[in-house]
């Protein structure tokens, strides 16, 4: 299905820029993610065997159906054989029975010798149809296990085509669960920010996260990682928000222009975008009551443009701070490692 294909690009963006928090932290931070990572690359494997054997569960119970039915219909046909093999038995040795009764009574010997001769040929036209009702019952016992062991096939199939269905149904719904869950936290984060220049900010969804895009002139003088009032107020409402959902995992991103910068505190722009996530992290969590064990801190400098750096617009664009919520994906994950 589709909707898995986004499921496990949303998970958590990669830890391998420099973090805003210490190094042993940062460490264990990084670890936990690769085995995330590990975690959710092998489910989605084992998810898409899933879906490849939904599919050929399908075509069994289709291809199981037909010969059920072929068989089915093969039996009863077999069934008539073999009663009609039966009927002609009987009618067959009461003849023999009959013939048999008027030789003894018999006495003429020209009648005698004809009885006879008809009756050696009615007795290995009775022993032909003996052998036929034989192997008549025979092929409708064995037709009629066929029948019973594609039944159970089939059935087999369906109980367990109705299981896959019944917990990728249990996956949609959690999907969409979390997808509304991330629209409402959307709709709620741009209620809050309204008051703002939305030409300074922009809120959006992308691969199932909601991204808050403040550009450097709402939160920053040049150069500097001193957040403005302005910008401090715009976070603090956003704070407001996280403070009420709990469920959702925060990545506080700084990104740069390329234009080289240095000064005695800084020593590159990589160092001014941590600084800056740094900043605004401190900020968030001021007085919000959001657990810090949600929140990480990290500096992208340069090297992740929304677009080109050519022209002095697109320099602009590019030097912004991005707060990233990711709803947590427990309850996917458990469906997917019970399945």
């Not at 062991?149 to 719904?173: F, I, K, V």
């Not at 002095?312 to 709803?327: M, S």
């Amino acid at each position: 299905m589709k909707f898995f294909r986004y499921l496990f690009y949303s998970i958590i963006a990669g830890f391998f820029f420099m973090a805003c928090v210490p190094l042993n932290q940062f460490r264990e931070l990084e670890e936990a993610n690769k085995q995330l990572s590990d975690k959710v690359e092998s489910l989605g494997s084992e998810n898409e065997v899933l879906q490849g054997r939904t599919e050929e569960l399908k075509e069994l119970a289709d291809r199981l159906k037909k010969q059920v039915a072929e068989l089915t219909a093969d039996t009863l046909r077999k069934g008539r054989e073999a009663r009609k093999c039966r009927n002609d038995l009987q009618k067959l040795r009461e003849e023999y029975d009959n013939l048999l009764s008027q030789l003894r009574n018999q006495t003429g010997t020209g009648d005698t010798e004809e009885l006879l001769a008809y009756l050696q040929k009615l007795q290995e036209d009775l022993q032909q149809r003996e052998d036929a009702l034989i192997a008549a019952e025979r092929d409708l016992k064995q037709r009629e296990q066929e029948l019973h062991d594609a039944t159970a096939s089939l059935d087999e199939a369906r109980a367990e085509l109705e299981a896959q269905n019944r917990r990728l149904l249990e996956l949609e719904q959690a999907l969409a669960k979390k997808d509304s869950a991330s629209r409402a936290l959307r709709k709620a984060i741009a209620d809050a920010l309204t008051g703002f220049d939305q030409s300074q900010l922009n809120v959006h969804m992308k691969n199932g996260k909601v991204y808050v895009s403040m550009e450097e002139k709402l939160l920053f003088g040049s150069g500097s990682y001193q957040v403005s009032s302005e910008g401090a107020s715009a976070i603090r409402q956003v704070a407001k928000v996280l403070a009420d959902n709990e469920d959702i995992n925060v990545m506080i991103e700084g990104h740069t222009d390329p234009v080289p910068y240095r000064s005695g505190v800084l020593l590159d722009n990589w160092d001014l975008s941590v600084k800056r996530a740094t900043s605004v992290t401190r900020i968030l969590l001021e007085n919000s009551g959001i657990d810090p064990s949600r929140v990480i801190a990290a500096g992208r400098g340069p090297y992740v443009p929304l677009v080109s750096n050519e022209t002095a617009e697109g320099k602009r664009k590019n030097r912004r701070t991005e707060i990233i919520l990711t709803p947590r994906l427990d309850q996917v994950l458990e469906i997917l490692e019970n399945n």
